[in-house]
């Protein structure tokens, strides 16, 4: 068990630009959630996938975010035209389907939009 | 709609001292509470759960009761150590897998 891994850790880009980060999974886990977490915040949901099909999409994920999963294993969250109120911790999740409430997280990608 | 409220911090402790981290919820449903734990340099991960009402999550020496009647599982530990600094996470879930979070209470604890 490798646990929940996010690359790249940090990102600085300049506003305008397009962001993609990627999340492998515990190999095992059918179910992947993407938060953001901002400085002195609780995580906030923005989407979850069981295996491939995304079930659910928050309202705080504008059209200029989009994920995918495509074949059930890692997932991608990619950010068009950044905007500074984009920076943030961009966390991700994984669990087995019926044991949901456990989610395992890896450490997260902080985006930083200049 | 559904959410989560915690006390501010940061809690300030001696090792050894009693602590209490508050959390209040509101919800639709019948929601099943949560408190996940993120030490330094780490990711999220749960600490104790509870389903439904009156039903007391614990480990590691940590404890939360579901109240129904005041919407509140707060979490307790009889003596803290410094390796329990920490930020607290009190989260619910209602039918689905979602969870939806508090804002977090840092805890500092000092020999």
């Known amino acids: 068990d490798t646990g929940v891994s996010q690359d790249p850790r940090h990102k600085i880009t300049k506003r305008g630009q397009n962001v993609t980060f990627r999340c492998d999974p515990i190999?095992?886990?059918?179910?992947l959630y993407w938060y953001r977490q901002t400085l002195g915040q609780g995580p906030e949901f923005l989407t979850y996938?069981?295996?491939?099909?995304?079930?659910?999409k928050s309202r705080l994920l504008s059209d200029r975010f989009s994920a995918e999963r495509p074949k059930g294993s890692f997932s991608t969250l990619e950010i068009q035209r950044t905007e500074q109120g984009d920076s943030a911790m961009y966390l991700c999740?994984?669990?087995?389907?019926?044991?949901?409430?456990?989610?395992?997280f890896g450490s997260g990608t902080q985006l930083s939009v200049l | 709609g559904n959410s989560v409220t915690q006390m501010e911090g940061p809690v300030t402790l001696s090792e050894e001292a009693f602590l209490t981290i508050n959390c209040t919820y509101t919800?639709?449903?019948?929601?099943?509470l949560f408190w996940y734990v993120q030490y330094p340099g780490e990711g999220l991960q749960l600490l104790l759960k509870?389903?439904?009402?009156?039903d007391k999550g614990s480990n590691k020496g940590f404890e939360a009761t579901y109240r129904k009647e005041t919407t509140s599982f707060h979490l307790e530990k009889g003596s803290v150590q410094v390796s329990d600094s920490a930020v607290y996470f009190c989260?619910?879930?209602?039918?689905?897998?979602?969870?939806?979070f508090g804002t977090g209470t840092r805890l500092q604890v000092f020999p």
């Open positions: 999740a994984s669990s087995l389907e019926g044991l949901g409430e456990k989610l395992f």
């Open positions: 509870a389903t439904k009402a009156d």
């Open positions: 919800a639709t449903g019948y929601p099943s």
């Open positions: 996938f069981q295996n491939e099909a995304q079930l659910e």
């Open positions: 989260a619910l879930s209602v039918n689905t897998d979602k969870l939806i």
């Open positions: 190999s095992e886990h059918n179910r």
